[in-house]
């Protein structure tokens, strides 16, 4: 028999998941054939989750895009031709010329993009550059971590961060708008040893998530409350001396007057009101939360996540909830502070991968959050007369979606779908491109959830005709007649111009973290950052901010038009304010993920949809009984914007007046063609322009 050739090959989860897993594939004849998590990934170690754990049936899916498309029905009919790259490419730069000479400009062409794959390359290098050069407009990529970002940075200058195998030091975690036993199971398994150490974990959530379950308590709140409950536990610190005096006074600003606007304005009746946790329980979790060191032997750790930021006050509520490790000094101690994201510690220089000098001066920015407006051109001149769609599934994921929908079938908007699968968006698209997947490509990824970066080695050809993002952008500037030397550079250049350190303000990043990171060793595996062990920043105040201190008060939000203070930032939409609205829509609705999809991935797959069951939502027992509905009922869940039909779960799930909706179902899978998010709004969150999905007002009733 003749020998098979057989190789082993490194790549990493390309995934919009904090945990960036390293994996390891076995290729025969240049089939994969194998596919296990990396034992050797110190953080990750060999574990994938289930959604990964089969990824071999994802990319020889038989539903994967094979060939280029044609549209040949009417917009979203599904029925598209063959054709070939050569009439594809022709077609789209075409498209493309003509709208740039046109009244419009180029301005009037949007690409739409967001973490499909996290991919430094695919991500964002040559689809950016070839947008820039163009003129096209800018998307301002708000869909998910935008408003912690712009608040965490706001008290501190940076992300939230520590390093995550630290937590193992903790003993007292608090998972905070978190569901970290799913969206981050990596850092669940090193909390769970904490535990066995000793460690008590608190999940502050509506919902009573897996994460929930699985804690020692469960402090269920008041959606878009936590800024308030954050106040709350700052007034409990300061009232009851449980700070941290000597930190507070080297590596604070604006202590005294902090102190006294919590006294002045937010008693904690008042806290328990709003946020619908007893006083008790506020006065209890801060007890145990500032006595961690003394009482377990260990430092406090807020895991602050994205449940919460998806709020009108998302925000505020992350700027908040960053200083209350300051003021118990929890930021000294190894395990000790609060992690939001470890995304801004490598110092990538994005901007030789991107080139934003190329951009046209005045070229405006459309939030991502609001396609819905830009493609009815509510967001002022020219109108989006191209949309260019590639690592995101827009007609499922985006706010508003009725409306979105309707967008997208202007018979006068030119749409491209780059993909994978025949998503919700591509069956809208005027030209369908087949995309590789990670097995079938280069690229060299950071992580926003431990400290190690890797890059992915293709494992095997690309399948069929797909072709990567970065290939695609070439071919389109040599169709267009675009500089070579900004497009005819290789995926491994580009890696190695990133890997050149970019050095931020303030030390964040600093460069040193890039120290003996060549792009040879990152082939091989993962490599750590050049961090130190149990990497802890903020030990000696050192913050990003202009002053270098946590700033309690913060010139820079005096300056935007914000309270300078921390402050409380009610939903848009508060079943509380006795409006109108909150009369007829009196449930407050969130839509976080179903475990089994990743966003809208791998809801095509037929053992994902399997594990998924069907589209459903939690009602408490209450709220179910005063309308009449039985556990098992289909039922009918309405917002301003729209209707969606599911089934109901009834019990103790969730607090009462909150609904879960678990998403992201594709359309075609829901019992009306739309899922959750047409009932979500395209209101943005009061810092970073960030999305609200979990701040809706809704009625259900039985169908
Ligand atoms: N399996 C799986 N893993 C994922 C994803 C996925 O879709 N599926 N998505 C990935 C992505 S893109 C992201 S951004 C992360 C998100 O990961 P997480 O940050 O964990 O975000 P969510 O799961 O959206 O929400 C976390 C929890 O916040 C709760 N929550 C909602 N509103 C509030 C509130 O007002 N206050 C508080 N305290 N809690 C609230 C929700 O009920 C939920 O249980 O996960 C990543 N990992
Ligand atoms: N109601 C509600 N809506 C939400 C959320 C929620 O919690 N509730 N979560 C929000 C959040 S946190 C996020 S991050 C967004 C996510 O929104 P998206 O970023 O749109 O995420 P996905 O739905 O996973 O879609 C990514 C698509 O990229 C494709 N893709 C993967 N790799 C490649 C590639 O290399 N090239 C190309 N061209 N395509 C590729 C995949 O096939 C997939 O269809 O959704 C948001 N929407
Ligand atoms: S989705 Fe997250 S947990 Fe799952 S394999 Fe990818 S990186 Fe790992
Ligand atoms: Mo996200």
């Known amino acids: 028999m003749a020998s098979l050739s057989l190789k082993t090959v490194k790549g990493v989860c390309p995934h919009d998941c904090p945990d960036t897993c390293g994996f390891v594939i076995t290729v ?9 998590g990396d034992k050797d990934h110190p953080f990750t170690k060999g574990f994938l989750c289930r959604k990964v754990a089969n990824y071999l049936e994802r990319v020889y899916h038989p539903e994967r895009l094979q060939y280029p498309l044609r549209r040949t029905g ?114 669940w398994a090193i909390m769970f040893q904490a535990r066995k150490r000793g460690a008590k974990i608190v999940t502050i959530d509506p919902y009573r998530s897996e994460t929930a379950r699985k804690s020692d308590w469960w402090i269920p709140i008041r959606p878009g409350t936590d800024g308030a409950l954050a106040l709350g536990m700052m007034l409990i610190l300061f009232r009851d001396n449980l700070v941290d005096q000597d930190y507070l006074d080297r590596y604070c600003l604006g202590t005294e007057e902090l102190k006294q606007k919590l006294f002045r304005e937010y008693p904690l009746e008042k806290i328990s009101q709003i946020t619908g946790i007893p006083q008790l329980d506020i006065e209890l979790l801060t ?80 939030n991502m959050v609001q396609l819905a407006e830009a493609l009815h051109n509510q967001l002022g001149p020219p109108p989006v007369k191209a949309l260019y769609v590639y690592n995101s599934n827009p007609a499922s994921v985006c706010p508003d979606q009725s409306r979105v929908i309707q967008g997208l079938k202007r018979e006068d908007l030119f749409t491209v779908v780059h993909e994978q699968f025949l998503t919700d968006t591509a069956e809208y698209a005027d030209i369908v491109l087949p995309a590789t997947t990670q097995l079938e490509h280069f690229d060299i990824h950071n992580t926003y959830g431990h400290f190690y970066i890797q890059s992915n080695n293709p494992a095997i050809e690309p399948l069929y005709e797909a072709k990567p993002n970065n290939e695609v952008f070439r071919l389109l500037a040599r169709a267009m007649n675009l500089e070579p030397e900004l497009f005819e550079i290789s995926d491994e250049e580009l890696a190695a111009l990133c890997l050149k350190p970019h050095a931020g303000a303030n030390g964040y990043p600093a460069a040193e973290a890039f120290t003996g990171v060549t792009l040879e060793s990152t082939k091989k595996g993962p490599v750590r950052l050049h961090l130190p062990k149990d990497y802890a920043p903020f030990v000696e105040g050192k913050f990003g901010t202009a002053s270098g201190k946590c700033e309690f008060y913060s010139k820079r939000l005096k300056q935007m038009g914000f309270d300078p203070l921390p402050c409380y930032v009610p939903p848009h939409e ?113 810092l970073g322009g960030g999305a609200t999905f979990f701040d809706n007002l809704v009625e259900v009733s039985k169908v």
């Open 28 to 36: 025969e004849d240049g089939k994969a054939t194998d596919f296990r």
């Open 287 to 366: 007890r145990e939360y500032a006595l961690s060191l003394q009482d377990r032997g260990g430092p406090s750790l807020i895991r602050l996540n994205y449940g919460l930021q998806r709020h009108g006050g998302g925000g505020m509520a992350v700027r908040n909830i960053c200083c209350i490790p300051a003021i118990s000094g929890a930021w000294r101690y190894p395990g000790g502070g609060a992690l939001l994201s470890t995304s801004k510690l490598a110092p990538f220089d994005s901007e030789a991968l991107e080139r934003p000098d190329l951009i046209p001066p005045k070229t405006r920015t459309i």
């Open 574 to 686: 508060d079943a509380l304010d006795g409006s109108a609205l909150a009369r007829e829509f009196p449930l407050q609705m969130i839509t976080p993920p179903e475990p089994a999809f990743l966003n809208s991935s791998f809801a095509n797959l037929d053992r994902n949809r399997k594990e998924a069951g069907e589209p459903r939502l939690e009602m408490h027992q209450t709220d179910a009984s005063q309308r009449g509905i039985l556990a098992g009922d289909l039922v009918e869940v309405r917002s301003t914007r729209g209707k969606y039909r599911c089934r109901a779960n009834v019990g103790e799930e969730t607090k009462p007046g909150v609904i879960v909706v678990l998403g992201i179902w594709w359309n075609k899978d829901t019992h009306d063609g739309q899922n959750c998010n047409t009932l979500t709004s395209t209101k943005l969150t009061d």
């Open 74 to 187: 009417p917009k979203g009919s599904g029925q598209f031709e063959r054709i070939s790259w050569d009439s594809a490419i022709r077609e789209i730069a075409e498209r493309f010329q003509s709208i740039i000479r046109s009244e419009h400009g180029p301005q009037a062409i949007l690409p739409y993009s967001y973490a499909g794959t996290m991919g430094k390359l695919q991500g964002s290098s040559l689809d950016r550059r070839f947008f820039n050069r163009i003129g096209a407009s800018l998307l301002d990529r708000t869909i998910c971590a935008t408003a912690g970002g712009v608040g965490s940075d706001m008290t501190l200058g940076t992300r939230a961060v520590i390093d995550p195998e630290a937590v193992i030091h903790s003993r007292y975690i608090i998972n905070w708008g978190s569901n970290t036993a799913v969206t981050n199971s990596h850092l």
